[in-house]
């Protein structure tokens, strides 16, 4: 459906635009619209609608248009904007071919496709004894609530599993003499990632339909005195999860955000995408006071981690496009994201270390 504002056509210049459409189909979808442009004419367009990248789209139609007083035409339905298979906004017009040339319209016109948001319950439509589900929308759901609770619930066990690991690595910064401003920001990052988890379970349950049981995990610092081995280890550890993995977690967040429509998700989403950017930036800053105080062998291993490429963590079977409303991206938008972080980050790297 779709709200704005036309100029054009029939009696006044200005006019709201209203109208609601019927796609079929997904990147490259048919489109039946029905819209009416204030009290002076309305229109019935029948054409189709394509994709142009993950924020934009362009569309065409034949248009038959009736219009006050007794205006009659038909004609060609042009428009485009920003936007996805969700939403967006639908500039576009239409130009008269035959009938009456008063016909034509310029329209501005944000939209959404509420049909593709597969709420997770209702009340039940009851007939006797049992409840009556629309059958393609029950199915959608089903397939929806299991993907999206899978993929929440990898998201949760990885989250909590970073809470002992930022307290496991503010200890060892202790034992290891780093500035206190770097120990706080672990422990206080491991408090992000605590709601972190608990957003993700809370997004798990909700699709899962039960709440999860989940055993805390516990981890002891592994050095207790500086040493040149502990602070390489600490440094590779920083770049690998911290500046590549907690990067490109950072970076999925963000996109997800940019095309998230649910508020539970956008909410969870919001919060994730900035700590983390934050997570990956304290990384960079435990990697800098590494090289500083390991000297050169320190060093020599940073820059040398930087010419290999770091194994990827990938270990979710979602990938679907159509989650997308739920701020998930697919396997290969979040293989493209840790590619993108990883050119980044190496490109940094090397100019901060190469020839270290
Ligand atoms: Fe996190
Ligand atoms: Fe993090």
Redesign the pocket.
Known sequence: MHLGIAFGGPGLPVKLNYGLTGRFGQDTAAFVRLEGFGISALQMTAGVTQMLSTSGFGEAGATAALGRPGLLGGGLRLGGGPGDRGGGLLLGGTIPIVGDAALWNLQISPFVYPAEVCLPSGRALRFGDGVALPPVLAIECARADAALASAWLDDARA?LA?VPA?LRLAGELSALGAPTQLRDAARA?AD??RH?ARAAFSMASRWAGTAFAVAPLDAQPRFDRPSPSALTQLAIEAWQD?CLG?GA?ALCARRGLARVRDEQAASALSRIAP??ER??ELSWGILEWCAGAGGSSVRDAIAEVGRRSAPEQEHSPEDEDWLSWNGRLTAAERRAARAQIEEQATARLNRRFSGA
Do not use: T
Request: aromatic share 8%; glycine share 8%; net charge negative.
């Open positions: 989250e970073s930022f990052a992000d990632e972190h911290g907690e977690a700590d983390e997570h990956a």
